[in-house]
């Protein structure tokens, strides 16, 4: 299989996990597609297990019923996909939040996640000159 063949099925695994999850609210696909030894990095320099990170996921499902979702970029390199959004909840703030996948064949070994609300942005722009 080449790089290229292996980024688009990564791509459509990420793609078609996340949809189904964000629609559905069920978790399987996203299980499966999961690493038995999978790590969540957040960037509080803390990480979730594959059961830990799964469990804060069905927690949220309930909290973000009805969320919109607009896919701005799905990318791949290598082993890597990212997937960068646009999320607001009914009636709730928006979000930009940009996840990292690292694949170790057709799973997910890593993942990473940026979460930024979007009426923060502007003050972010310029933190170095705090």
Do not use: N, Y
């Amino acid at each position: 299989m080449t790089t290229q063949s292996t980024s688009t099925d990564a791509v459509r695994a990420v793609t078609t996990a996340f949809a189904g999850l964000v629609a559905t609210g069920d978790t399987g696909p996203l299980e499966q597609l999961l690493a038995p030894d999978f790590r969540h990095h957040r960037p509080d320099a803390t990480s979730s297990t594959k059961e830990q990170w799964l469990d804060a996921v069905g927690g949220s499902l309930e909290r973000i019923d009805g969320m919109e979702v607009e896919v701005k970029h799905v990318l791949a390199a290598d082993d890597h996909v990212v997937m960068h959004t646009r999320r607001r909840l009914p009636g709730g703030p928006e979000i930009t939040v940009v996840d990292i996948c690292r694949f170790e064949g057709s799973m997910i070994a890593e993942s990473w996640e940026i979460i930024e609300p979007a009426a923060e942005a502007a003050a972010h722009l310029s933190w170095w000159d705090a």
